[in-house]
């Protein structure tokens, strides 16, 4: 059986323990080269996770016979970039998320993509954990009745810097705008994979605190889901503690559901509550390598698509319109 051999642009965090490894353990899959900009930080990278060459220059990666397609897992401001440069090369795209600094970015790189004929997916991982294919399981079997109303809530602490430093998540140069960009983009992602795409959205958004006063630091919306379902989001990342859950609300029931903690599903309808739990993977991006890798020898298909990331991307653009900052 054929295997893809995939190289990484990018070694940071998330391939340390999410998706580097993620494609070593996924089957038909081998990560045989790894680019960092520094070459002494690339080879400890490739030698702590046994992978048998490095770069220090992405090019050169994008160019080696032995790398069938590329994983792109650096901040977004340079995805757009290296979508282009690998869709040249005619290789397949895998690119974290959030996809691009925005819609029309994300465009750039599907019409790329389309026209070199090579794939792009995205890392929006929770499409392919079976914590939420669970869920869409219960919406498509009827377990609360016509979906109506959908509710999405995320507060944190205020993100701690080193005194004179900047994170890259705080940079919208490099990142398309505050965390609500970084981790706003999962919700937002995965309610496109449950309900189905936003067809109209609306948002405030400001900055509260005062610190990084160039991005938003709370965001509220509303949204008509194209199936005409309605839904709400707020986000706050400069709150007292750490939260985060969702609602989707029926003619029948309701479902209750974090996005990144690990509390059981929960269904309540006029029979009672029924609790669903789930064991999280190990890697927790392996399984959406697994649909990718899947889709690219032809017996599968990844449900994390440019066009689905795009709509989040868009849909991001809309809340964060009328930034509102009364420091700048
Ligand atoms: N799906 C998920 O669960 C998660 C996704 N992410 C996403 O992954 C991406 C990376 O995040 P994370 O790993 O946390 O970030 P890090 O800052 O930890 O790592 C980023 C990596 O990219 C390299 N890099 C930065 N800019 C460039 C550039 N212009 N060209 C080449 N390399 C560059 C960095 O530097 P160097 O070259 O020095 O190595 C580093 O290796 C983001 O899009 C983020 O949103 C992050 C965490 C979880
Ligand atoms: O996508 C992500 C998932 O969660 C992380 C935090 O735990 C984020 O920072 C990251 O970018």
Not at 59 to 88: F, N, R
Request: one cysteine or more.
């Amino acid at each position: 059986m054929k295997r893809i051999r995939f190289g990484i642009i990018g070694c940071g965090n998330v391939t340390e323990v999410k998706s580097g490894p993620g494609f070593q353990k996924a089957e038909h899959c081998e990560l045989v080269a790894v680019m960092r900009r520094d070459a002494a930080l690339a080879e400890d990278y490739a030698r702590r996770h046994g992978v048998p060459r490095w770069y220090a220059d992405a090019g050169e990666l994008i160019g080696d016979p032995d790398v069938d397609a590329v994983y792109i897992a650096t901040p977004p401001g340079s995805h757009l970039e290296y979508a282009l440069a690998v869709a040249k090369a005619g290789k397949p795209v895998y690119v974290e998320k959030p996809m691009a600094l925005s819609g029309e970015e994300c465009s750039r790189m599907i019409a790329a993509c389309r026209e070199a004929q090579v794939p792009l997916y995205v890392a929006y991982y929770r499409r392919a954990l079976p914590r939420f294919l669970k869920v869409k399981e219960l919406l498509e079997a009827g377990a609360i009745g016509d979906v109506r109303y959908a509710a999405m809530v995320q507060y944190q602490p205020a993100p701690q810097a080193k005194e004179g430093e900047i994170p890259w998540r705080l940079q919208p140069e490099l990142s398309g705008g505050g965390l609500f960009f970084d981790l706003a983009s999962h919700t937002l992602d995965l309610f496109d994979f449950l309900l189905g795409p936003i067809a109209e959205a609306k948002g405030i958004a400001s900055n509260q605190q005062g610190q990084y006063a160039g991005i938003e630091d709370i965001v509220t919306a509303t949204y008509r889901f194209e199936s005409g379902v309605h839904g709400i989001g707020s986000w706050c990342f400069s709150a007292f503690a750490r939260e985060d859950r969702n609602e989707i609300v029926g003619s029948l029931g309701k479902l209750s559901f974090s996005t990144f903690g690990h509390e059981p599903i929960r269904l309540d309808t006029a029979d009672g509550t029924q609790l669903f739990p789930f064991e999280p993977p190990q890697h927790i991006q392996q399984p959406l390598i697994q649909t990718v890798v899947n889709d690219l020898l032809g017996f599968g298909v990844c449900a994390s698509t440019g066009e689905s990331a795009a709509r989040t991307n868009r849909v991001m653009d809309e809340l964060v319109k009328g930034f509102y900052s009364p420091q700048s």
